[in-house]
């Protein structure tokens, strides 16, 4: 007999939850739902994952790696356990959310509480690659205040740029004076110049005349 709350066997469950004690299926439902996230104010503060060594016991629950290098458990269901791998893919998919703050965040794939990404993965190309398309929206959206809350986490975004594109040719093409000035702020200018060739105010497709 399976566990139909976690959808898993008797013996994956015994994997999943096997670095502690071996539970009887009852056992594990009924610290569940003592331990069921409740919505409070804190839930949507970020918390830090716990990274846990991994073993033989323990097992990832997004694609059952027996094996994984580490693991994070979140601290808030404190049973969904996942391998960096996974966690990453999760972050570059549709994972990783910018909260209240500003901050990039992921959200728990079982119980959906916040979680802070490590420093680490935020060093990553794909994570960064992630955070910038999540900033560079709320530029073209005129959302100043988002973008300033996301410049206070991570001040790179503001001079990021990519060869056909960058924050400033965005707020440049938007004429948005305000968003002009916030990036400036943190260093962009209006002479940031594109490997195309092109500076903020011709940015549209439109290249420099020599
Ligand atoms: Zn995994
Ligand atoms: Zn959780």
Redesign the pocket.
Known sequence: MGCETHALTPVRLSMVIGFKVMHTCDTIIATTRSNM?KITKERKDATKPTVIKASATKVCTICSDKKPTALQ????????ITCFKCVKGWIVGDGGIIDSTGKFVY???????H?NISATMLQDSDVKTQLYKCFLQEVKNYKVDNARNMLSHNPWLATEQTSNNSPMCVAANNMHIPMLQLLSEYGATMFDKLEIGCMPPHATGRQLQP
């Open positions: 996230p458990r979140c601290t808030t269901c404190k049973t969904s959200s728990c794939p079982t119980c959906r509480a979680l």
